[in-house]
């Protein structure tokens, strides 16, 4: 392989960048191109991640963006099709620069710079290496690689950056100096890494600034490069609120339209009960069994057949006024259950075994729904990441009527608050002639939580309410009768400053420079962070962000209390993330050890058993009846069926 050197680079054509050899005046380093083409995609992935969270797969087709970008339509006018595919392509190209340039002062393009750099100077130290050893070693960890584009980044970027190290800059200087990072408004620099204390006098001429025309380039190039990076829950001025597959609530793979799928990717049977049979729409998870299923499973549930002794159908007779009902739940990346691992983070902890699932966790959105307090049905597919003991509000309910096996749905969306949930939640697939349901309706933080330090961008108390209700119309039109809705309130979290910010990030602990308020504020200067309100050194702020969340709690108590529907009855539930928390504290623990180390907001998988069991406890002491009862044939259920086809 041909080897290069780097310094005047910039005068080699990209494409024949592989077979160009430069001279390089003071340290010659040596690097392996197609190595470090991989590597710098890793970076740039790994940065996204550490920014705050992660959304979904770059190689989705432009036929899966059509179902994507389009949930609303879709429901609303099944008969819709595109019939200029040209004009859906400009479609998706120009949401994805639009959403790729928010937040201020440079943006995702700013952010992802600092952590690449930081990560990469942290490693190659570790290793007693140079800047390039540390790319290279992430290089071997990656799972996956790049193609010719990279190339052109790397042409572009690289020399710059190594000039700029061996000038003594950190790595947000050095995202400022060649033009990745802007002070808009003059505030100054925002800085995440301390700034460099001194200089390389050997180099008594500070290095070359990119053009303008560069700087755009390589923007233009990570918007075409990541698509998906624009879909980080919860950062809503990184990315124009929702739009493309950031919508994707229906499974990417369902023959029948019925709503569920067969498989577990793509919003598939980690989300949804899966499809038994997905040729056939009158088939799928929570549909009212058709003739006693003497015939056919019609609703997935692993029950069918006849008797032979008694002569009745299984389903009627174990099933049969059981009070059988399913689960779906509306809310945020609290519900989907959130986790970036905190060792994709950690240089010390870094080894190659721990990237292998990294393909997988993207396209799950970093979500882990399947093990999570809603929904979850299994322990961790993936220990090495996550692991801890699953508990969750469906497996109970089937653990008291094995007749409810399979019927859960789990529309939780990253980033979702009471407005764009009037869109994507017509993607439920749920239908009046179907069981009963208890439906959680669960946005328990982002109509608080903005990246602007004001209110301007929380969801005043009026629209809430005009947005609850517009939501419990819609679910009166599509549960089924004896059906239950839970409204679930915001949480609290005036407790995450003084929690974490004095502790140290993981992205900081090897050199015990980078703290949570160190975060919260690089956040909070480019506009880029989850919760501004919350996530803020200004009490007052905090305390302004807690009184809206009591604002809108005591909307959703007063829907509850007045409120009344044909197909369900309304009950109010105090979050449960909070009562958690304080019962954790009464016991001797602190709060941070439930607390996602990454991103600092989300509970973690010890945090989403203890919510599963709070969840349970208040329903089943308050209003009993939402549980229907205990299905006294569970064992005869299991001794004839088994696993009842599983999960």
Known sequence: MRRVYFKNCKTCLPALLDKCVCNRQSELQVLEMRKLRRTIFFLCVFSVLCAVESRTKKSLSLVEKLRTNRVVELVDNPGHKFTKFTELKTEIKDQNQHNFKRGINGGFPCAACSVLLGMSEQLADINNGTLFSGLDLLCSYLPTELGSQCSILLHVFGPSVIDYFNYGSSPDEICYAVGL????????MCHLFPPATQRNKGLNVEPKKLSQEEVQNISNLLAKMFPW??????????????????????????????GHSPIEGLRGSIWRGKDCHDGNPEIHPGRRPYEGDILTDSNCNGISGVNLTSGLAYEEELCGGSGAKGI??????????????????????????MFTNLTDVISNEADWPDIGFATGFRNSTMPSLISGVTDSIYLRLRERNRCNHRDYHNLARNGANSNDTLFYMKAMGRKPRDLPAIMFYSLIGNDVCTGS??????????????????ALNFFESRLGPESHVILVGLIDAGFLWDSMANRYHPLGKYKKNIKYKDMYNWFNCM???????????????????????????????????KEKFDKFDIHYIENPFKEVLDAWVASGHEIFELIEPVDSLHPTQAAQALIAEHFWNQVEERIPHVLGPVNP?????????????GH
């Not at 990072?181 to 100054?188: I, Y």
């Not at 929380?458 to 809430?464: A, G, L, Q």
Request: aromatic letters at 8%; a negative charge.
């Open 181 to 188: 990072c802007v002070d808009e408004h003059k505030t100054g």
């Open 453 to 470: 330090q004001t209110l301007d961008d929380m969801t005043t108390p009026d629209v809430f309410y005009k947005n609850t209700m517009t």
């Open 328 to 353: 779906v739940y509306i809310g945020d990346s609290v519900g989907g259950h959130f986790h970036v691992p905190p060792q994709w983070f950690s240089p010390m902890e870094m080894d190659t075994e």
């Open 633 to 645: 044939n569970n064992h005869i259920i299991k001794q004839l069926f088994g696993d009842q086809g």
């Open 527 to 561: 506009e880029i962070g989850p919760c501004a309100g919350w996530m803020n050194s200004n009490a007052t702020l905090r305390a302004i962000t807690s009184k809206r969340a009591l604002q809108l709690n005591t909307v959703l108590k007063s829907i509850a209390e």
């Open 229 to 258: 990076i624009c879909w980080i829950p919860g950062v809503k001025q990184i990315c124009e609120a929702f739009d493309n597959a950031f919508h994707r609530v229906l499974p990417g793979l369902d023959v029948d339209g019925d």
